[in-house]
């Protein structure tokens, strides 16, 4: 086994990953099938969950996927899909909360219901699917390799920017200081807790702003490192989170922003 195995290979776990049908949830999916992990896939869309998963399969990787319906937006919905989970497999050594939703407004007219549908899917679904699913990865949990949550923050949780997206940009926020609280709580349960916080790629979410090369490009021009975020960047961050390198991470938010997190405008003494 060479020390790239050793470090990111997820052979023999088994993961779920939410909003995985497309954009960064898919992206960490494919991440993890590659690695050899066997990993569902769900979304309220589960026929392209399935057809995701029936892709992952093909390609001759070392892990295996399938995919189904869930809905985490609503508490019906979170127990449905915890109870899906516990009819697939009896432990849980990966828990990717990736399933996300937004609303871009002006300011003058965002509306009052914009707010409970977001942080429903964001924040309350994220919590309460990962409570439901405690006891599964306390199952998985090991004292040398603990069960793993990756929760999917924002750059925009970390930036005071909104861009219109007022309750998208809090609850991501939110995200990230529920991650720190869960981490503190689980770590006796030998679960760690961290999150993404991802900067601008190619997702369905954004596909207003980065859905043609051009668009990307604009977008990619206002970062630091000068380009928008690609499939590899979520996969190495993923496999480093849950896999023997990240055992000892817990209740980090690790940017994968190409240094949007430490940009600002100040300038102190130089033109």
Same mark, same amino acid.
């Given at each position: +086994?060479?020390?790239?195995?050793? !470090?990111?290979?997820?052979? $023999?776990?088994?993961? !779920?990953? &939410?909003? $995985?049908?497309?954009?960064?949830?898919?992206?960490?999916?494919? =991440? +993890?099938?590659? =690695?050899?992990?066997?990993?569902?896939?769900?979304?309220?869309?589960?026929?392209?969950?399935?057809?995701?998963?029936?892709? %992952?399969?093909?390609?001759? =990787?070392?892990?295996?996927?399938?995919?189904?319906?869930?809905?985490?937006?609503?508490?019906?919905?979170?127990?449905?899909?915890?109870?899906?989970?516990?009819?697939?497999?009896?432990?849980?050594?990966? %828990?990717?909360?990736?399933?996300?939703?937004?609303?871009?407004?002006?300011?003058?007219?965002?509306?009052?219901? #914009?707010?409970?549908?977001?942080?429903?899917?964001?924040? /309350?679904?994220?919590?309460? !699917?990962?409570?439901?699913?405690?006891?599964? %990865?306390? *199952?998985?949990?090991?004292?040398?390799?603990?069960?793993?949550?990756?929760?999917?923050?924002?750059?925009?949780?970390?930036?005071?920017?909104?861009?219109?997206?007022?309750?998208? &940009? #809090?609850?991501?926020?939110?995200?990230?200081?529920?991650?720190?609280?869960?981490?503190?709580?689980?770590?006796? *349960?030998?679960?760690?807790?961290?999150?993404?916080?991802?900067?601008?790629?190619?997702?369905?979410?954004?596909?207003?702003?980065?859905? /043609?090369?051009?668009?990307?490009?604009?977008? $990619?021009?206002?970062?630091?490192?000068?380009?928008?975020?690609?499939?590899?960047?979520?996969?190495? =961050?993923? !496999?480093?989170?849950?896999?023997?390198?990240?055992?000892?991470?817990? $209740? #980090?938010?690790?940017?994968?922003?190409?240094?949007?997190?430490?940009?600002?405008?100040?300038?102190?003494?130089?033109?």
């Amino acid at each position: +086994m060479t020390i790239f195995e050793e !470090l990111f290979s997820l052979a $023999g776990k088994t993961a !779920l990953v &939410t909003g $995985g049908a497309s954009g960064i949830g898919r992206m960490a999916a494919s =991440a +993890m099938v590659r =690695a050899g992990a066997h990993v569902m896939i769900a979304s309220r869309r589960g026929d392209q969950c399935a057809a995701v998963a029936k892709e %992952l399969n093909a390609l001759d =990787a070392a892990g295996s996927a399938e995919g189904f319906a869930g809905d985490v937006g609503s508490e019906e919905g979170v127990t449905q899909l915890a109870a899906a989970v516990s009819e697939r497999t009896d432990k849980l050594h990966i %828990l990717f909360n990736n399933a996300g939703a937004s609303w871009g407004e002006r300011l003058e007219s965002f509306p009052y219901h #914009a707010w409970a549908r977001v942080l429903n899917i964001n924040v /309350t679904g994220l919590f309460h !699917l990962t409570r439901e699913l405690l006891p599964l %990865l306390e *199952k998985a949990a090991g004292e040398e390799d603990p069960a793993r949550v990756v929760n999917l923050g924002s750059v925009m949780g970390s930036q005071p920017i909104a861009d219109g997206a007022y309750s998208y &940009t #809090a609850s991501k926020a939110a995200v990230h200081h529920l991650t720190r609280t869960l981490a503190n709580e689980f770590a006796a *349960k030998r679960v760690t807790v961290n999150a993404l916080a991802p900067g601008p790629f190619q997702s369905r979410m954004t596909a207003f702003a980065t859905g /043609t090369e051009e668009k990307a490009a604009k977008v $990619g021009a206002r970062v630091p490192l000068g380009r928008i975020g690609a499939p590899d960047d979520i996969a190495g =961050a993923t !496999l480093y989170l849950c896999g023997r390198a990240g055992s000892y991470v817990t $209740g #980090a938010i690790l940017p994968i922003d190409g240094g949007q997190s430490a940009q600002h405008g100040m300038k102190l003494f130089r033109d």
